[in-house]
C-alpha cells in the first residue's frame, strides 16, 4: 500500500520564485558602496538567499533608481535647424 508523504515539495514554485539581478559584473563602486552589475548593497547580495519573495521584489524595484542616479541618462542633443542640415 502507497501512502503520500506529508512533507513540502523542496521545489521551489516558479511563481514565488524571484531571480538574482546579479549580471556577474561584481565592481564595487565607492563611496555609495553598490554593485556595478546589479545596483544592490553588498548587505542585500549577502541576504538575497534569505529573503522572501516580497522583501526581493522590493529590492528590485528600488535598482532602477540607483542606477539612474549613479548614471543618469544621456541627454540628447538639440535637434538641428534646417540651415545645419
Same mark, same amino acid.
Do not use: E, H, K
Given at each position: 500500500? $502507497? $501512502?503520500s508523504s506529508s512533507?513540502?515539495?523542496p521545489r521551489r514554485s516558479i511563481t514565488? %520564485?524571484?531571480p538574482s539581478p546579479c549580471i556577474s559584473v561584481? $565592481? !564595487?563602486l565607492e563611496p555609495q558602496g553598490i554593485? @556595478?552589475?546589479c545596483f544592490r548593497t553588498l548587505d542585500e547580495i549577502a541576504q538575497w538567499s534569505v !529573503? %522572501? @519573495?516580497a522583501e526581493k521584489? @522590493?529590492?528590485l524595484a528600488a535598482l532602477p533608481g540607483r542606477r539612474a542616479a549613479l548614471f543618469p541618462p544621456e541627454t540628447s542633443p538639440p535637434p538641428r535647424s534646417d540651415a545645419e542640415r
Open positions: 500500500m $502507497t $501512502t512533507q513540502p515539495s514565488g %520564485d524571484v561584481c $565592481t !564595487l554593485c @556595478a552589475g !529573503l %522572501d @519573495a521584489r @522590493a529590492i
